[in-house]
Structure formats: C-alpha cells, structure tokens
Nanobody, 123 residues
Framework: VQLQASGGGLVQAGGTLRLSCAAS????????MAWFRQEPGKEREFVAA???????????IYADSVKGRFTISRDNTKDTLYLQMNSLKPEDTAVYYC??????????????WGQGTQVTVSS
C-alpha cells in the first residue's frame, strides 16, 4: 500500500490542524493504521493508531502526550486516514508520518510508511 500524508503547516500554540493520509494500491480497510512523529535527531514517536473495521470496529489507542487533544479516524470509503490535532503545543512540532500495519505503538508493527508532513507550532 502506498501512503501520502498531507495537511501539515505552521500554527500558533492552541491552534488546530488536520492531517490526512491517502492510501492506494491495496485494500485500505484491511490495515490497522497509525500516526508517528519525529523530531530531528530523535527516534520516531508513536502518536495514535486505529484498527481496521474488519475485526474490532475501529478501536483506537493514543500516546499519553496527545490523549484528549488529538483524534485519529479513518474513512474507508475514501481510503483516507486522519489526525485531528487540537490545542497544539510547541512540543508537538515534528514531522508526522502515517503508517499501515498491525496496531501497536512500536514502529516495528508497521511495514508501510508515508513520506511525512511537517507540523510546526509556534509559541
């Protein structure tokens, strides 16, 4: 499956952004999906994940740092994954990646990755 992330940009602290990840090439609905983020010089960090609807009805998990502020969702009719980010903080600044694989918080769970989209939150 090929993944294309978009929607990043520059926003002030407290603002909102919605990231999108368009999938193509294979059956999107069969994959558990996730968002990760990475700052320069740091390891890729788990943000949120959502299961495929085929077996668990789209259950979600979140990193503690984004719980209550970010919402992951998917539209299987559009083969698209979303990340709604509210109450953004400067520490949310990173390149955000979407990924497809098996739900979990480790990057090793995911075999397919998008190219990343930059999110910058100014204070």
């Amino acid at each position: 499956v090929q993944l294309q992330a978009s929607g990043g940009g520059l926003v002030q602290a407290g603002g909102t952004l919605r990231l999108s990840c368009a999938a193509s090439g294979r059956t999107f609905s069969n994959y558990d999906m996730a968002w990760f983020r990475q700052e320069p010089g740091k390891e890729r960090e788990f943000v949120a994940a959502i299961s495929s609807y085929s077996w668990s009805g789209g259950s979600t998990i979140y990193a503690d740092s984004v719980k209550g502020r970010f919402t992951i969702s998917r539209d299987n009719t559009k083969d698209t994954l979303y990340l709604q980010m509210n109450s953004l903080k400067p520490e949310d600044t990173a390149v955000y990646y979407c990924a497809a694989g098996i739900i979990g918080s480790s990057p090793n769970n995911y075999g397919y990755w998008g190219q990343g989209t930059q999110v910058t939150v100014s204070s």
